[in-house]
């Protein structure tokens, strides 16, 4: 009972399913060889061709895949199933590699005799081995004389052939069709998860080193992108691209940060006991949250070399033809399009063409760490582009800069100096990339000669060179592509900034101060000085350093004439005399000078008044002379406030000095 369950169980696993026309196909490359499977031992014809159609590369590996038919076989529940079981593991090799299928009759034959022994036990006939739809209709003895004849002159002699089978995707990393997964140019295979190259150890120090990293980037372009905020017009064209530049990397250290936090959740295909299915990586668009960080991430990327390029092409536009601010500013639509366009197309490209990746390092998605393909195209060729162009302008502006040490001298040092932070990390991750590009094909075949056994997979036949990847080479790698973001926190790091974020961070008492001058600025002028004036002198009103408009002043100067047009009463006469000016602050001390009486007066006593004040001493010179120089003085200071070229209050204050 247990030897049927075991003998069932292995029908179902050992025989791998896959498209008849492939494995024809794959034939051409290989040749005859002798049989020496032992159940097939003793046939019409001894030699066969690899692989079978059932994907089995040798005969080593089919005669595992056949161990469990024995006990079927020594039951002779039928006639026909040792030849039936030989063409399928072992067919007969013909000339120029055909091969040929047993006829329906054979497979139905062998399945009827059989199946009530293998129904008795519980095992049911394997859907490869399906007659109808894998041989042909047909009433023929296998093998065929045609093809016995064909195989007599292709016998070799009985020893082990060795020769190069090239990569065979391993059954626990095989995918689904549809996915449209491929892995060494092998279609419906990714590779395994963790990465294939190194350790668990060394991909846990990887991680956390990547952790830190992306939280130190983080931190640096948060800090400038929040400077940036705090005060938005102290950054101006043609340092305006650092922020942008910033914001990039920001994101960009995000996604590594996420990738740190998920580990292996989003860039690895969990795995499938069940299906004989191991953790594989994960490719293309069918993933939302692999597509998302891949988007986020890639975008990004491009985008930061854009904003850098832009940044020397505004240093080339202010260092050579002597653009100002607004100028460079004029174009700042175009450099957006320029910016984000760009980048977008490219992600775009790569989402149709389904060339995501999962990273098991770092884990995030990314573009270029299994297809070569995809990393010339959209990884060296952009980023060299990029450095070709902006090394260009840079060297354009110093020369320019050397000719004419005017102006932005120190500015254009800064910008020098933060490009040389750029270029030097990022021609560092080209250098990787460059690296990787020339030795992925070393590094993929010294991995399948350690693992094909373990897989049961063809080993590489005549290697000539073997070499593992450094862990330091990827941990240098994912350090410069996160590194690159932090000169940003340099440039806004000064005292100005310090100063920033401490008035920001004590905003109350900013307020406060802001609340004092507004008070300030609003306070309106001594009015009793206006009046006394000289007329010839301009009016002017200085607050805390800054200036009220014209405007302002106006209204002011006309509130205040209109309080004390309020304070003229009408005497008997019909005449006008300032009773009372309720302005607190143009009173003067009481017995300095005695008020007028609110009640009217006629004009002797008021004049019997002013003399009375000035045989005192309380006030200079009230002689009719001084008496009507001080009030034309009064009428002009008057005039000037209100810019109006008299007025009734004008002329009643004439009349009064006339008459008095």
């Not at 013909?94 to 399945?111: D, I, N, S, V």
């Amino acid at each position: 009972m247990d030897l049927l369950w075991v003998l069932s169980v292995s029908m179902l696993t050992v025989c791998v399913a896959i498209p008849m026309d492939a494995a024809a196909g794959s034939h051409s490359l290989f040749t005859c060889e002798p049989i020496t499977l032992r159940m097939c031992q003793g046939l019409p014809y001894n030699s066969t061709f690899m692989p079978n159609i059932l994907n089995h590369y040798d005969q080593q590996t089919a005669a595992l895949a056949m161990e469990p038919f024995h006990p079927m076989v020594n039951l002779q529940c039928s006639p026909e199933l040792r030849m039936f079981l030989c063409a399928l593991y072992a067919p007969v090799c013909t000339e120029y590699g055909r091969m040929t299928l047993p006829c329906r009759r054979l497979c139905l034959q062998a399945k009827s005799d059989c199946y009530k022994l293998m129904d008795m036990f519980g095992v049911s006939w394997p859907e490869e081995m399906d007659c109808n739809r894998l041989f042909p209709d047909c009433d023929e003895p296998y093998p065929r004389p045609v093809d016995l004849l064909s195989s007599s002159d292709t016998t070799e002699s009985p020893i082990s052939v060795q020769r190069d089978y090239g990569f065979w995707c391993p059954r626990e990393l095989k995918i689904d069709p549809e996915l449209g997964y491929s892995f060494m140019g092998v279609r419906d295979c990714s590779p395994p998860c963790p990465n294939m190259y190194f350790t668990r150890e060394e991909l846990m120090f990887a991680r956390y080193f990547i952790g830190v990293v992306s939280i130190v980037c983080l931190s640096a372009t948060l800090f400038t992108f929040l400077t940036f905020l705090i005060d938005v017009s102290r950054f101006r064209y043609p340092e305006r691209p650092i922020i942008f530049y910033a914001v990039c990397y920001m994101m960009v250290s995000l996604v590594f940060f996420l990738g740190f936090l998920l580990e292996d959740k989003v860039s690895c295909n969990a795995a499938s006991p069940g299906r004989f299915r191991a953790s594989t990586v994960t490719q293309g668009s069918h993933n939302k949250a692999c597509t998302l960080l891949f988007m986020v991430l890639y975008f990004f990327t491009m985008a930061g070399s854009v904003w850098w390029v832009i940044l020397t092409i505004t240093w080339f536009l202010a260092a050579v033809p002597k653009w100002g601010s607004e100028a460079i500013e004029k174009k700042a639509l175009l450099f957006h399009a320029c910016a984000w366009g760009i980048p977008g197309v490219l992600t775009v490209s790569l989402l149709a063409m389904n060339k995501i990746e999962g990273d098991s390092v770092s884990g995030v998605c990314f573009v270029g760490l299994y297809n070569l393909t995809a990393l010339r195209w959209f990884l060296l060729v952009p980023l060299g582009l990029d450095v070709v162009v902006g090394v260009a302008l840079l060297l354009a502006g110093i020369a320019a800069l050397n000719r004419n040490q005017e102006k932005l001298v120190k500015f254009m040092i800064r910008i020098g100096v933060f490009s040389v932070l750029y270029l030097v990390p990022l021609l560092t991750v080209l250098a990787c990339y460059l690296y990787e590009n020339s030795y992925r094909a070393v590094w993929e075949t010294t991995w399948v000669q350690e693992k094909c056994r373990d897989y049961h997979i063809p080993c590489p036949y005549q290697v000539e060179s073997t070499s593992r990847p450094d862990l330091a080479l990827f941990l240098i790698k994912y350090l410069m592509m996160l590194i690159v973001g932090i000169p940003s926190v340099f440039w806004v790091g000064s005292k100005k900034t310090c100063f920033e974020w401490a008035s920001f961070f004590h905003g109350k008492r900013r307020k406060d101060g802001m609340v004092n001058e507004s008070r300030q600025v609003l306070q309106e002028p001594d009015f009793a000085q206006l009046l006394l004036r000289d007329p010839n002198t301009p009016i002017r009103e200085e607050v805390a350093g800054a200036s009220t408009s014209r405007a302002g002043s106006v209204r002011s100067a006309r509130s205040k004439m209109s309080s004390y047009h309020g304070s003229l009463h009408r005497s008997r006469d019909g005449r006008y005399t300032a009773s009372s000016f309720r302005a607190a602050d143009d009173r003067l001390p009481y017995g300095s000078m005695p008020r007028l009486n609110d009640q009217p007066q006629s004009r002797h006593c008021s004049t019997n008044r002013l003399d009375s004040l000035s045989r005192h001493g309380s006030t200079q010179r009230l002689e009719s002379q001084s008496r009507h120089s001080s009030i034309r003085d009064l009428s002009s200071a008057t005039q000037a406030v209100l810019g109006v070229p008299g007025n009734g209050i004008h002329r009643v204050l004439e009349e009064d000095g006339a008459t008095a």
